[in-house]
Nanobody
Framework: QVQLVESGGGLVQTGGSLRLSCAAS????????MGWYRQAPGKQRELVAG???????NYADSVKGRFTISRVNAKNTVYLQMNSLKPEDAAVYYC?????????????WGQGTQVTVST
């Protein structure tokens, strides 16, 4: 069984920073892409940032220059450093990983962590 456990969400003022972490655990042979998505009330889940096992990254236009995604492959962990936060960044943030276990390839999701940005 595979688990993605997120941490680091919370309440921050506009212009502040937060760092999200997501650790994958279980019978994992390898992890390809990892990423962060977010979903605000009444909106669809959207990709915020992604990173391949080789370190290539991509970002939503709305967060470019403010957010940085990184990962430590040896720890099966991905991070999202969020700076200059805006009220429109408030959402539940979900970690995602495309991974391979001994028996299958699957797309795993974390349980989500709330980010609230006050004005």
């Amino acid at each position: 069984q595979v688990q993605l456990v997120e941490s680091g969400g919370g309440l921050v003022q506009t212009g502040g920073s937060l760092r999200l972490s997501c650790a994958a655990s279980g019978s994992i042979l390898s992890i390809n892409a990892m990423g962060w998505y977010r979903q605000a009330p009444g909106k669809q889940r959207e990709l915020v940032a992604g990173i391949t096992s080789g370190g290539s990254t991509n970002y939503a236009d709305s967060v470019k220059g403010r957010f940085t995604i990184s990962r430590v492959n040896a720890k099966n962990t991905v991070y999202l450093q969020m700076n200059s936060l805006k009220p429109e960044d408030a959402a539940v943030y979900y970690c995602h990983a495309d991974l391979t276990t001994a028996t299958s390839k699957l797309a795993a999701w974390g349980q989500g962590t709330q980010v609230t940005v006050s004005t």
